[in-house]
């Protein structure tokens, strides 16, 4: 090679150019124009004498570099140093004297040139090794583009490449029909292509960079090669079938699990992009190919197997397509062949999906499994349908736990347990969904009011069981956390007004009967519900905790005053609850007659109480008395735990052996009913204090009853528990049920609603008929009423001046100012 | 058997010869349209000629007659009682 020796003297010309450039700027115009005539006409001679060793142009020192660090194989790179080493041009200075005469050209200059170009041409497509030192070639399309004769040559070369390219594509017509084998001579032909139309491109270099570029509407050199081999590749159309097929067809044997290779397909795709038919000739076949096998695999799988199975599956399909893009597919096709596989493998099945596996992954708490059917879903914006799977899936749940009767005693602890996990799954793996939450609330607030009042009551009762003293084992931590999961539920109430009434006769019971587990934790429980419901709500009951801590301080002062001191029978230890009639719940007024020392008591209380307080009536609830006795019984001392009615009752056997019904009735003057469950409670129950004769566990009219004598029980101190009124719940909640239309001075809250309801729609509309009225109560009365009892409340305003009926339509009421 | 032990449980009304506040007409029981809750926190007063009133409306009343304010119910000079 003339590397090193071409090397010096371009150094050399150039250190001379600029150094005179140099020089050029500080002398003289006339100093510079020399020497850059000098320089100039070097250059020319050399063009005239393309056979000459070959001399550069000064300003292409770095054109040399490049070569010699590339290989003259790397024309491109040249090319491009070689543009940012071109030096400024002084040309508007410059005059150039011409001193001999125009030099002509030889005439066969530009055949022979040709021939010279064309035989290394075909010697480059044929691979085999050309005599021509490449850089003389370079030179060669040089000196044929400084004369003018580029067109003509980027004509001949394109008809060269032409002849090649349509040979190179025809030899692949016809071949192994083996796609593989086929695919890879293809990818041979086609890198045998690039690198061919590289060197082409290198050798004619200068032609790209001035005719090309000069001339409209001509391709550079490269983009001429691709362009036929686009053009043969679509008139072969074989070929481009047959490579299209192939390479689908491996696509399709990679999803199958078999192992391709993958770098074919890379190389074939590139082509495809290169030669800008890839969205045309491969995208659009193989979208619609994607599209056909998931359609058939969606379904199959559906079919085969369960649903969190078949979302691993399309979890991982999604992921092997998002693979293949990066592997080797088109960056474009990204979005178009995801957004197919998830069509074809979820959009469709959407619906199935959640019919076959939603209650199955709710059911078995599988937040893994649901949170991946979250984020599929939310992939096809199909989160709306899992919205209402879940809400149609709290609804069934929910029904189960709330409708079944026999399970009610559960059915506080189930539906916190339901929501807890529900509020996992939410957590875990819907990411906390704002809508799924509301969902969640939606329904439960319709689960809790499908049974009227029954939910309000339970809840209550829940609660009645967690402050209730005895609820061992658990901190207050823990308490607190149940009291406030408790309030979740309460939120979803409706009719607040019930479970208040409920947990008021409820709290009324633990305070007077001392049973609160904890004044704080009842406390606290209070200023939840007062936050949630405001102070109007909790008023009550914050007055009956006053009451208590009252009631203490009363006592206190009783014992220490002159009244106790000197009148009080000693003996009896009294403690005195004094309720304020509106806090507590009513309570219907049973009388008792008491032994003559109780009576003493009662009395000298009430003195001392009404001489402390004036004004005020004092009333015995002898129904919520209870007493503590000592007994002695032939087996032993005993401390019964009993109820006032039940001590009165025990009472009568200091004196006597035996009673019959009759003459304890008598005694007492206890209701009858009231009385057969006292004596039921100590006849018939755990318990046995007395014997009744004869055996049997109603008591009837000619019943007797003997004191038991050979009563015995392992404990010192026994709780005689009393029989509940109706003997279950469900009484309780008749009851309250019929306490709405009573008469009550107090008025419970419902009433005072009503009333206050029916004033203000009367009072803005004067005058409306019945079933208006009707109609507009309901609207704004938010806890179920029955219609009769509406009316009663009506007649009731009637009676009080509110309203009057109409003198000529009775259905028609007008208000009275 | 022996009673050591009792816990009694009584509760309170306002003795007046009337349901109703002869003022607010709202029961004696309940309290008068400003108050929340019956009880201590709504009591009610007894002027010289024994008519009773929820304390709070007959102080209204009584502040709203100068000089001299007279029970609404007798037309009695309205002096408190006790």
């Given at each position: 090679?003339?590397?090193?020796?071409?090397r010096?003297?371009?150094n050399?010309?150039?250190?001379?150019?600029t150094?005179?450039?140099k020089?050029?700027?500080s002398?003289?115009?006339?100093?510079?124009?020399?020497?850059?005539?000098?320089?100039?006409?070097h250059?020319?001679n050399?063009?005239?004498?393309?056979?000459?060793?070959?001399?550069?142009?000064?300003?292409?020192?770095?054109?040399?570099?490049?070569l010699?660090?590339?290989?003259?194989?790397?024309?491109?790179?040249?090319?491009?140093?070689?543009?940012?080493?071109?030096?400024p041009?002084?040309?508007k200075?410059?005059?150039?004297k011409?001193?001999?005469?125009k030099?002509?050209?030889p005439s066969?200059?530009?055949?022979?040139?040709w021939?010279k170009?064309?035989?290394?041409?075909k010697?480059?497509?044929?691979?085999?090794?050309?005599?021509c030192?490449?850089?003389k070639?370079?030179?060669?399309?040089?000196?044929?583009?400084?004369h003018?004769m580029?067109?003509?040559?980027?004509q001949?070369i394109?008809?060269?490449?032409?002849?090649?390219?349509s040979?190179?594509?025809?030899s692949?017509v016809g071949?192994?029909p083996d796609l593989?084998?086929?695919?890879?001579?293809?990818?041979?032909?086609?890198?045998d292509?690039c690198?061919q139309?590289?060197?082409i491109?290198?050798?004619?270099?200068?032609?790209?960079?001035?005719y090309?570029k000069?001339?409209?509407?001509?391709?550079?050199l490269?983009?001429?090669?691709?362009?036929?081999?686009?053009?043969y590749?679509?008139?072969?159309s074989e070929?481009?079938?047959k490579?299209?097929?192939?390479?689908?067809?491996?696509?399709?044997r990679?999803?199958?699990?078999?192992a391709?290779d993958?770098?074919?397909?890379?190389?074939l795709l590139?082509?495809?992009?290169?030669?800008?038919?890839?969205t045309?000739?491969?995208e659009?076949?193989?979208?619609?190919?994607?599209?056909?096998?998931?359609a058939?695999?969606?379904m199959?799988?559906?079919?085969?197997?369960d649903?969190?199975?078949?979302?691993?599956?399309?979890?991982?399909?999604l992921?092997?397509?998002h693979?293949?893009?990066?592997?080797?597919l088109d960056?474009?096709?990204?979005?178009?062949?995801?957004?197919?596989?998830?069509r074809?493998?979820?959009?469709?099945h959407?619906?199935?999906?959640l019919?076959?596996?939603?209650?199955?992954?709710?059911?078995?708490?599988?937040?893994?499994?649901?949170?991946?059917m979250?984020?599929?879903?939310?992939?096809?914006?199909?989160?709306?349908s899992?919205?209402?799977?879940?809400?149609s899936?709290?609804?069934?749940?929910?029904?189960?736990?709330?409708?079944?009767?026999?399970k009610?005693?559960?059915?506080?602890s189930?539906?916190?347990e339901?929501?807890?996990?529900?509020?996992?799954?939410?957590?875990?793996?819907?990411?906390?969904n704002?809508?799924?939450?509301?969902?969640?609330?939606?329904?439960f607030?319709?689960?809790i009011?499908l049974?009227?009042?029954r939910p309000?009551e339970l809840?209550?009762?829940?609660?009645?069981e967690?402050?209730?003293?005895?609820?061992?084992?658990t901190?207050?931590?823990?308490?607190?956390g149940?009291?406030?999961?408790?309030?979740?539920?309460?939120?979803?109430i409706q009719?607040?007004?019930v479970f208040?009434?409920f947990?008021?006769k409820?709290?009324?019971?633990?305070?007077?009967?001392?049973?609160?587990?904890?004044?704080?934790?009842?406390?606290?429980?209070?200023?939840?519900?007062k936050?949630?419901?405001?102070?109007?709500?909790?008023?009550?009951?914050?007055?009956?905790?006053?009451?208590?801590?009252?009631?203490?301080?009363?006592?206190?002062?009783?014992?220490?005053?002159?009244q106790?001191?000197t009148?009080?029978?000693s003996?009896?230890?009294?403690?005195?609850h004094?309720?304020?009639?509106?806090?507590w719940p009513?309570?219907p007024?049973?009388?008792?007659?008491?032994?003559?020392?109780?009576?003493?008591?009662q009395?000298?209380f009430k003195?001392?109480?009404?001489?402390?307080y004036?004004?005020?009536?004092?009333m015995?609830?002898?129904?919520?008395?209870?007493c503590?006795l000592?007994?002695?019984f032939?087996?032993g001392?005993k401390?019964?735990a009993v109820?006032?009615?039940?001590?009165?009752?025990l009472?009568?056997?200091?004196?006597?052996?035996?009673?019959?019904?009759?003459?304890?009735?008598?005694?007492?003057?206890?209701?009858?009913?009231?009385?057969?469950?006292?004596?039921q409670?100590?006849?018939?129950?755990?318990?046995r204090?007395?014997?009744?004769?004869?055996k049997?566990?109603?008591?009837?009219?000619?019943?007797?009853?003997?004191?038991?004598e050979?009563?015995?029980?392992?404990?010192?101190?026994?709780?005689?528990?009393?029989?509940?009124?109706?003997?279950n719940?469900?009484?309780?909640?008749?009851?309250?049920?019929?306490?709405?239309?009573g008469?009550?001075?107090?008025?419970?809250?419902?009433?005072?609603?009503?009333?206050?309801?029916?004033v203000?729609?009367?009072k803005?509309?004067?005058?409306?008929s019945h079933t208006?009225?009707?109609?507009?109560?309901?609207q704004q009365l938010?806890?179920?009423?029955k219609?009769a009892?509406?009316k009663k409340r009506?007649?009731?305003?009637?009676?009080?001046?509110?309203?009057?009926r109409?003198?000529?339509?009775?259905?028609?009421y007008?208000?009275?100012a | 058997m022996i009673?050591?032990?009792?816990?009694?449980?009584a509760?309170w009304?306002?003795d007046a010869?009337?349901?109703?506040?002869?003022?607010?007409r709202m029961?004696?029981?309940?309290?008068?349209?400003d108050?929340?809750?019956?009880?201590?926190?709504?009591?009610?007063?007894?002027?010289?000629c024994?008519?009773?009133?929820?304390?709070?409306?007959?102080l209204k009343?009584?502040?709203s007659?100068?000089p001299?304010?007279?029970?609404?119910m007798?037309?009695?000079?309205w002096?408190?009682k006790?």
């Amino acid at each position: 090679m003339s590397l090193p020796n071409k090397r010096t003297i371009s150094n050399t010309s150039n250190t001379n150019h600029t150094s005179s450039m140099k020089k050029a700027k500080s002398q003289t115009v006339a100093c510079s124009v020399d020497s850059a005539k000098n320089g100039l006409h070097h250059d020319f001679n050399n063009t005239n004498n393309p056979d000459n060793d070959v001399v550069f142009d000064p300003s292409s020192l770095s054109l040399d570099e490049d070569l010699k660090t590339d290989d003259s194989r790397a024309p491109a790179a040249a090319n491009l140093g070689r543009k940012k080493a071109q030096p400024p041009q002084p040309a508007k200075k410059l005059v150039i004297k011409l001193v001999k005469g125009k030099p002509t050209l030889p005439s066969n200059f530009e055949e022979d040139t040709w021939a010279k170009l064309k035989s290394a041409i075909k010697a480059i497509f044929l691979k085999q090794p050309d005599s021509c030192d490449l850089e003389k070639l370079y030179q060669a399309v040089n000196d044929l583009c400084l004369h003018k004769m580029g067109g003509n040559l980027y004509q001949r070369i394109e008809k060269e490449c032409e002849a090649h390219i349509s040979a190179a594509l025809q030899s692949l017509v016809g071949q192994s029909p083996d796609l593989v084998v086929f695919l890879s001579l293809v990818e041979r032909c086609w890198q045998d292509l690039c690198d061919q139309m590289l060197m082409i491109r290198g050798i004619a270099l200068y032609l790209d960079r001035t005719y090309v570029k000069q001339t409209p509407n001509v391709r550079s050199l490269w983009d001429m090669g691709l362009q036929l081999f686009r053009k043969y590749l679509s008139s072969y159309s074989e070929v481009e079938h047959k490579t299209v097929t192939g390479l689908l067809r491996m696509i399709e044997r990679e999803r199958l699990g078999e192992a391709v290779d993958r770098t074919l397909l890379n190389h074939l795709l590139k082509m495809f992009t290169a030669l800008g038919i890839y969205t045309e000739s491969f995208e659009k076949p193989f979208l619609e190919c994607t599209s056909e096998f998931y359609a058939a695999e969606g379904m199959k799988y559906m079919q085969q197997s369960d649903v969190p199975d078949y979302l691993k599956h399309v979890e991982i399909r999604l992921h092997e397509e998002h693979e293949r893009c990066v592997l080797y597919l088109d960056v474009s096709t990204r979005k178009p062949l995801i957004a197919t596989a998830e069509r074809q493998l979820l959009e469709r099945h959407i619906s199935a999906i959640l019919d076959k596996g939603f209650t199955m992954l709710m059911d078995g708490h599988r937040t893994e499994d649901l949170q991946r059917m979250y984020v599929l879903f939310l992939r096809v914006n199909a989160l709306e349908s899992l919205r209402q799977a879940l809400a149609s899936y709290i609804r069934r749940t929910g029904h189960g736990i709330v409708m079944d009767e026999e399970k009610d005693k559960d059915m506080v602890s189930s539906l916190l347990e339901f929501k807890a996990s529900l509020d996992t799954i939410w957590e875990e793996s819907f990411y906390k969904n704002e809508g799924f939450c509301n969902t969640i609330k939606d329904a439960f607030e319709h689960l809790i009011n499908l049974r009227q009042n029954r939910p309000a009551e339970l809840i209550a009762k829940f609660l009645d069981e967690k402050l209730r003293a005895g609820n061992k084992g658990t901190s207050e931590e823990e308490l607190e956390g149940t009291l406030d999961k408790v309030l979740v539920l309460f939120r979803f109430i409706q009719g607040k007004d019930v479970f208040e009434a409920f947990y008021k006769k409820d709290l009324a019971k633990r305070l007077l009967l001392g049973k609160s587990a904890s004044i704080d934790a009842e406390k606290s429980m209070i200023s939840k519900l007062k936050t949630e419901c405001g102070s109007q709500f909790t008023n009550k009951l914050e007055g009956m905790f006053k009451d208590i801590e009252l009631s203490k301080e009363i006592n206190e002062s009783f014992k220490q005053s002159s009244q106790a001191r000197t009148k009080l029978p000693s003996g009896i230890e009294m403690s005195v609850h004094v309720l304020t009639t509106g806090y507590w719940p009513t309570y219907p007024p049973m009388d008792v007659r008491l032994p003559h020392e109780l009576n003493v008591y009662q009395d000298i209380f009430k003195e001392f109480y009404l001489s402390k307080y004036s004004g005020r009536r004092l009333m015995w609830q002898n129904s919520l008395g209870h007493c503590v006795l000592k007994a002695e019984f032939p087996k032993g001392k005993k401390e019964l735990a009993v109820s006032l009615f039940q001590t009165v009752v025990l009472m009568l056997f200091n004196d006597a052996q035996k009673l019959s019904f009759q003459d304890i009735r008598d005694a007492t003057g206890i209701e009858d009913k009231e009385l057969r469950r006292t004596l039921q409670s100590l006849a018939c129950g755990k318990v046995r204090v007395l014997q009744k004769l004869p055996k049997g566990r109603e008591v009837e009219d000619d019943d007797s009853f003997v004191f038991n004598e050979g009563f015995t029980a392992p404990l010192y101190r026994i709780k005689v528990n009393a029989i509940p009124d109706e003997g279950n719940s469900g009484g309780e909640h008749k009851h309250y049920r019929e306490s709405i239309p009573g008469p009550s001075i107090s008025g419970s809250p419902p009433l005072l609603h009503v009333d206050a309801a029916i004033v203000r729609i009367m009072k803005t509309r004067k005058v409306l008929s019945h079933t208006l009225l009707i109609t507009e109560l309901f609207q704004q009365l938010k806890f179920p009423i029955k219609p009769a009892d509406l009316k009663k409340r009506i007649e009731s305003l009637i009676d009080r001046e509110y309203l009057e009926r109409d003198k000529n339509n009775p259905q028609i009421y007008n208000y009275l100012a | 058997m022996i009673l050591f032990r009792w816990h009694a449980v009584a509760s309170w009304t306002w003795d007046a010869q009337d349901e109703t506040c002869g003022i607010c007409r709202m029961a004696f029981d309940g309290c008068c349209p400003d108050c929340k809750l019956p009880g201590d926190d709504c009591p009610l007063i007894w002027g010289a000629c024994n008519h009773a009133f929820h304390l709070h409306c007959i102080l209204k009343w009584v502040n709203s007659q100068t000089p001299q304010a007279h029970c609404p119910m007798c037309r009695r000079e309205w002096q408190f009682k006790g």
